[in-house]
Structure formats: C-alpha cells, structure tokens
C-alpha cells in the first residue's frame, strides 16, 4: 500500500507556499549505513525527504525554489545506469523523477556541484537543517564559499540560514486521508501480529520466537520492517523500558511484554500488550494490569480536540496514583502524591508520543509555552504503564517484577477519536479467551 505520487507533489507544493519569495529549500536523502565490512544496513529514507518526494533512493537531493521559470521542485538523483542496476535493482533517473514522480525538474546526482550553486546564488534566505548530516553540511558550505569567491564578478551569497524544520513538521503532523488509510493498515497489520503472538506463547518458549511470530505476520502481509525494535520481555525483562534483548526463556508464571508494531510505505504503528506467558492471570498480576488499563481508558477518554496535549497524561496519572494507593504501593493523598510525581517509581515515562512517519514522530508538543491544543488528523499513541522492579524492597513481594503496559494508537477526529490498533484484546477476559485458541 502506497500512497499517490501527486500527494507528495502536493506537499511540496503548499511547502513552496510557505517559503519566503527568493528562496531555496534543500534536502538531502538519508546516507547509506554500513552494518559491517561490506555489507550496509537496509536503506531507510530519510522521513521529511520521504514526506516531500516519495522516493525511496540514497545519493538524491530535494531542491525547492519558489518562483523558478523551468520548475519550482527539482529532484537530484542517479542517473540510469544498467551496469549498476543489473546488481543494485532499478534506479529511478531523471526521466523517471519528472514522469512518475512528478518533480518539475531533474538532474543527475553527479552534477550538483555545478548545478547547484547557481541555484543557490541570489537567494536572500536558504531552509536547511544544519547539524543533522555533517558530510552534506560541508557540501552546503563549499557551495556557499565558491559563490563568495566570486563576489567581485556581482555574485550574492545568501544572507539567511533557516531551519526547515519549523513548516514541514507541522504540515506532518496533520495526517490526510491518504495517510490514515495508511496508517489504519499498518495498525490492522500490527494488531494482527500481536494477536498471533498472544495464540502462540506457551511457557518455555523464547522470547525470540515470539519475536519472529511478530516480524513473519508484519512480513506476510507485506510491512518489511518493523518501525522500531521491537521488545519482547518475560517477568522482569518488562521492567526494562527499552528491553531489546529478546532471548530470555519465558516461565509459566510471568507476564510477557510484547511492544511493537511495524511500518507501512514508511508510516509506524506502536503497540503494546501485555499478557501472562500461561494463559492466566494471577491475581496480583491482574489487579495491576487493571489498573494500568483503566488509565489509558480515562487518558484515551479525554483525547479529544479541542484538550490539550498533557490532557491525557493528567488522566492516566491519576488512575495510576489512585490505583498504587488502592494496592498500597503508595500511602498517603493522590493529590500530594501526584503533586510529589511519586507515581514516578512505577511510571516513569509520559503517556503518549505523536505517531506518523517516525514511530516518536515530529511536531511541537508546546505552542508558545502551551501544552497544545489537540485537533482532528492528529495522530498519537497512549501507552501507560507501571513498572515493579525486582530491586523495589519498599512493596510487597507479590508485586516485585511485574512490568506492564498497554499501547494504542489513537486518531483525532473531528467529534472524538479512533483507537486504530483496537483489533487485538485488551480486557483481561478477552485476552484469556484468546490465549485458549493455541496455535
Ligand atoms: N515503541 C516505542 C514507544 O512505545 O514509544
Ligand atoms: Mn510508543
Ligand atoms: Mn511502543
């Protein structure tokens, strides 16, 4: 699933709109990562490169220029090459980035250095993010320098330097249909797995195995790579918030942590349950886990447009600090207790991260100082959790290792929300029920 090539075309266009008259916006493509030897990572894009071009490719420059005769979005990338393409796969060229991808204007990758700095000469303000790709930074700069040694022939350097950032996260935030339709199905998919994974855990099993029940539905029905490593952690491995380990043996008795979700034409989904290794709950198992569950209905009950961003974390704070109190993990006030965040020995990770392109996605969380305000095509995760670490001697041994948390993605609309991820259980009863039907 893919999305149309004239949405990204569309998105270059209103971030043209945006851009001051007599300026440039450059951006390069994400550089190849070498895993080892001779042998590289595989090639992920760059998420604002993808966001505006849809292109898939390394060694590519985005080049916007508001107002230029022979095409305002010009794409640099490899020129064709069979010899190349006979072992590296097909290469998009410059026929291709004007016909398919519908840039207005393409050149070879090879030639930028002459191109581009007449491109960049005259501009009064140049967007780029500086600091995030050094090689490419020391590019920019030779390209400006030439243009500077060239002042006593009437040549203008330009004067401003701007972070693209500020326009382009914000325009990402907001998800379009396209996008949702997207994002729905790589949370089906995810939700899929996690469902898998609930039917095929049985106490002796490692957790990489559960792990590869994960990647092989994400795989079959056609997401190639998860949007994050994925976690997958028995007992007390839950208590480790970015447990990757993944190769413990899971015990009859334990819970089991399963947070991962997989990615689809570059969009995340994140998801987390948690659910007992043999089927059953236990009953101190099941009375945190309830609690857990109760917050993040009270934080998804109040994702609503027109809260604010923490509106959700405040709720999700209260049921938990109220449900320690009620267990006795915590005495005293939930008021004072929340006031001295002491909910922060068992829940020390906010509720909920923005969702899209990244898995943590861009977007301010704060508008002038202001927590804000949520509205319809916003994308979040709520996700809390409480955390018993082994080491905690200060609660009753009942509870020491029991990490669990609960994770859906949530959509904005216009009356409410969406919880796209509600494919697989999370009331306790129905997770059993669902752990019955072995596969
Ligand atoms: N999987 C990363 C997170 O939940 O934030
Ligand atoms: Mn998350
Ligand atoms: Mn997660």
Not at 252 to 275: H, M, P, Q, V, W
């Amino acid at each position: 699933m893919k999305l149309a090539k004239s949405e990204y075309r569309k998105r270059r266009k209103a971030l043209l709109q945006h851009m001051v008259p007599n300026s440039i916006a450059i951006l390069p493509s994400a550089p190849s990562k070498k895993r080892n030897r001779d042998t590289e990572f595989a090639y992920r894009q760059d998420s604002d490169f993808y966001y505006l071009s849809g292109v898939s490719e390394a060694d590519a420059v985005l080049v916007l220029v508001p107002g230029r005769e022979h095409g305002e979005a010009i794409l640099f990338c490899k020129e064709k090459d069979p010899e190349f393409e006979r072992w590296n796969g097909e290469l998009i060229g410059q026929e291709q980035a004007v016909a398919d991808y519908l840039f207005d204007d393409s050149f070879p990758i090879a030639d930028i250095d002459d191109i581009l700095p007449g491109l960049l000469e005259g501009k009064r303000r140049v967007y780029y993010s500086m600091g995030l790709d050094e090689k490419f930074d020391r590019h920019l700069m030779e390209w400006i320098n030439q243009i500077r040694g060239k002042v006593r022939s009437g040549a203008h350097p330009p004067g401003e330097f701007v972070a693209l950032e500020h326009t382009l996260h914000d325009m990402r935030l907001y998800k379009s249909p396209a996008e949702i339709k997207v994002m729905r199905k790589a949370a089906q998919i995810s939700a899929d797995a996690h469902v898998l994974a609930m039917q095929h855990c049985r106490p002796g099993m490692y957790e990489y195995q559960i792990e590869g029940v994960l990647l092989g539905e994400f795989l079959r029905q056609g997401a190639r790579f998860p949007a994050y490593s994925s976690i997958v952690g028995g007992g007390a491995n839950a208590c480790v918030l970015h447990y990757v380990e993944n190769n413990a043996k899971l015990n009859k008795g334990d819970l089991l942590l399963i947070d991962a979700g997989c990615e689809l034409d570059n969009y995340a989904s994140d998801i987390t349950r948690t659910f007992p290794v043999s089927g059953k709950f236990s009953a101190p198992q099941q009375a945190l886990y309830e609690v857990v569950l109760a917050a993040q209905a009270a934080a998804i009950d109040v994702a609503l447009p027109g809260n604010h961003w923490n509106h959700p974390h405040e709720a999700a704070v209260k049921t938990l600090t109220q449900g320690l109190v009620d267990l006795k993990l915590l005495n005293g006030s939930v008021s004072e207790l929340i006031e001295k965040e002491a909910y922060r020995a068992f829940y020390m990770h906010r509720t909920g991260h923005w969702l899209g392109m990244d898995v943590h996605d861009v977007g301010d969380y704060k508008v002038g100082g202001q927590w804000r305000v949520l509205e319809a095509g916003m994308v979040f995760t709520v996700e809390p959790g409480l955390y018993i670490s082994p080491e905690v001697t200060t609660v009753d041994e009942k509870w020491r290792g029991i990490g669990i948390r609960i994770e859906d993605d949530v959509l904005l609309t216009r009356s409410g929300n969406e919880v796209l991820t509600g494919g697989v259980p999370k009331a306790v009863a129905d997770i059993e029920a669902l752990m019955k039907t072995h596969k």
